[in-house]
């Protein structure tokens, strides 16, 4: 059996061939607006399955790990926890999504942009004292948060 490939939206809209059983989640043919990548879609013969609940945990506690919880969608959620389900590659040019991915283990394949280097972890600090914040401002000086990103896990 050939090693499955969960497909962001970015594959079909980009139209490229995949080595693999291709897998999507639900929520992608919604994000494909123009009848291309819709036909792209359907031609491809990719399963279209909704992941577990157990998985989607899994993906969410993975991507609020990484700090990338905030910038991925609910379908990017269910992309990450499909791949975690069936232990396949994700082919996928978001760099939030490639990071939460590369932190829970998973293979990355890029369709049209360059993979990310390295997983980082993303935090929210005060921009005055540089403590952490959780909130909308720090509880320390009262400064409102900014985001920064830390360098490795």
Avoid at 2 to 13: G, L
Avoid at 104 to 131: D, F, H, N, Q, W
Wanted: aromatic share 2%; net charge neutral.
């Amino acid at each position: 059996m050939r090693q499955a490939v969960v497909a962001d939206s970015s594959v079909f809209i980009c139209g490229k061939d995949l080595e693999g059983d291709l897998v999507t989640v639900p929520g992608v043919e919604g994000e494909l607006l123009d009848i291309a990548s819709r036909m792209r879609l359907q031609i491809s013969g990719a399963r279209i399955e909704a992941p577990s609940r157990e998985a989607l945990a899994r993906a969410r506690a993975g991507a609020e790990m990484t700090g990338d919880a905030a910038a991925l969608s609910e379908v990017d959620l269910a992309l990450l926890a499909k791949a975690l389900e069936l232990s396949a590659r994700l082919a996928t040019d978001d760099y939030a999504l490639q990071n939460a991915a590369l932190h829970l283990g998973i293979e990355v394949e890029t369709v049209a942009m360059p993979r990310i280097r390295k997983v980082l972890k993303r935090t929210e600090r005060c921009s005055a004292c540089g403590r952490p914040v959780e909130g909308d401002e720090c509880l320390v000086c009262g400064t409102p948060r900014r985001k920064r990103i830390s360098r490795g896990l």
